[in-house]
């Protein structure tokens, strides 16, 4: 179950990170042809990058908080499992120690 | 696809990524300052022959600069009765005014406009004058509409 879902939150971090890469790029480009060919005007730009930054700013920031919140329940597990491994392997051990010194 | 190819690719669009996105704010900023900002600043309008003897045209003086590139497309005045009870039309210019005035500088301009035929019994008014301008910024043009309230109109009787 983690397994799967800690591969879903990197093919996601993969997909912010392409996203990051191209959407300023694609916008500008697209922006800029679109204003010189006089098919919109420079307010229309402002407006749809405006709402598009705001829009990405509240998915990231939504996605970043039950990422983190997930991987915090992850971590938290993991370390209690390290705690009990741990205490399991000390008690074995000293099992161990009175198995060879009774014989 | 090679491991060193695929890392320069992947370097490249972050920077190119990285300046778009310098480019998008430093654009929406310098826009949102120029839609924002008013036409005329430390702008002052007075009419400087009141009260309008018989006759005579109404003559405005203006002192105030501009911040960016703006030409007038229309300008107009209404000259509202003291007393709120009727309202009076100022659009014929009997002298016209300095049109595109360089950015920057403060510079005083002047214009007559006529006094309307309808305004016989004379009287005080308060003035409002309306400008209406398209201004051009780096690689932006809007369109801009100031007004400027208040001005004392004296007018004796026609």
Not at chain 1, 85 to 93: H, L, V, Y
Not at chain 2, 18 to 29: D, R, Y
Not at chain 2, 35 to 41: G, I, K, L
Not at chain 2, 114 to 138: A, E, H, W
Request: hydrophobic residues 40%; glycine residues 4%; contains cysteine.
């Amino acid at each position: 179950m983690d397994v799967e879902r800690n591969q879903k939150i990197a093919q996601q971090v993969e997909r912010w990170d392409l996203y990051a890469r191209l959407t300023p790029t694609i916008f500008l480009v697209g922006s800029m042809f679109l204003i010189v060919f006089k098919i919109i005007d420079f307010e229309t730009a402002f407006y749809v990058g405006l709402v598009g930054f705001a829009f990405t700013a509240v998915v990231w920031w939504w996605w970043a908080i039950f990422t983190i919140k997930y991987l915090v329940t992850v971590l938290n597990r993991t370390s209690k499992n390290l705690q009990d491994t741990a205490i399991e392997i000390t008690q074995i051990s000293t099992e161990i120690e009175k198995i060879k010194d009774d014989n | 696809m090679t491991t060193n190819t695929y890392g320069l690719i992947k370097a490249a669009t972050n920077v190119i990524s990285g300046f778009s996105m310098i480019a998008i704010i430093v654009l929406g900023v310098a826009y949102m300052s120029f839609s924002n900002a008013f036409v005329f600043q430390d702008v002052k309008i007075e009419i400087v022959n009141n009260p309008v003897e018989n006759s005579r045209d109404i003559e405005f003086m203006m002192i105030g600069y501009k911040k960016h590139e703006c030409n007038s497309t229309r300008v107009y005045g209404v000259a509202y009765a003291e007393d709120g009870t009727h309202s009076h039309d100022l659009n014929l210019f009997t002298k016209q005014y300095t049109r595109n005035t360089r950015p920057g500088e403060e510079m005083p301009n002047q214009w007559s406009m006529k006094v309307p035929q309808d305004m016989i019994s004379g009287g005080v008014y308060r003035v409002s004058m309306t400008g209406d301008f398209v201004c051009n910024y780096l690689i932006f043009q809007t369109e801009k509409s100031q007004t400027y309230d208040n001005i004392l109109l004296e007018v004796e009787p026609r």
